[in-house]
């Protein structure tokens, strides 16, 4: 499963740097603004919030930007969306199965613009279940390996509050648990003084298909079409990519 999630992570810490910026930015809002709706404004009896709001300074999003977002979910503020959460699946290139994730206010919209990206770049869309079983819930924390973070050290942290297993994505650490463990998992790392890059429940594949570097081109091809739509929120993937091949792209 390390392919996909070390993808995922490179790829998010490129995407604050490039042009992609305003697009995560919205995408950021939009987690921002669902969890407040879901949980309420304040931050220390919301822990999705908590999370949501740190990915979002971690990605340079304005202190303003955060604030109208928290306050339009929770209804303090006018102008918040009533975004569904909408899960499609489908296959990509090489029989890569295909979690997407939409958070939409318009279903029809969603629907159309996601059969359209993944039909064109050489994808096709599944039945509702099929490709859904090969993935389960979890809890990620990504932890950056600097200032002397080292798996041992983590491990040490996070093994008695839940955490499944740990693993290294080459610059950072990934730690799995189930969601439930999530909050104690990042809390208990605050607590040894760890920073971490980002919390997040996510899907993760229990069997990966291997791709060499004309499949995973394709693969990642299909994904940024699915990405560059408003209503995709996340996109998982059950394919894993070697450090060589990843370095060859």
Known sequence: ???HSKWATTKHKKAVIDSRRAKNFAKLIKGIEVAARNGGADISGNPTLFDAIVKAKKSSMPADNIDRAVKRGAGLESGGADWQTIM?????PNGVALLIECLSDNRNRAASEVRVAVTRNGGSMADPGSVSYMFNRKGVVIVSKVDGVTEDKVLE???EVGAEEVNDLGDSLEIVSEPSDLVAVRTALQSAGIEYESADTSFLPSVS???????????????????ELDDVQNVFGNFDVSDEVMASL
């Open 88 to 92: 499609y699946e489908g296959y990509g």
């Open 209 to 227: 298909v291997p791709l060499d570097a004309d499949g995973a081109a394709k693969v990642f091809a299909l994904i940024d079409a699915i990405e």
């Open 1 to 3: 499963m390390s392919g």
């Open 157 to 159: 942290q996070v093994l």
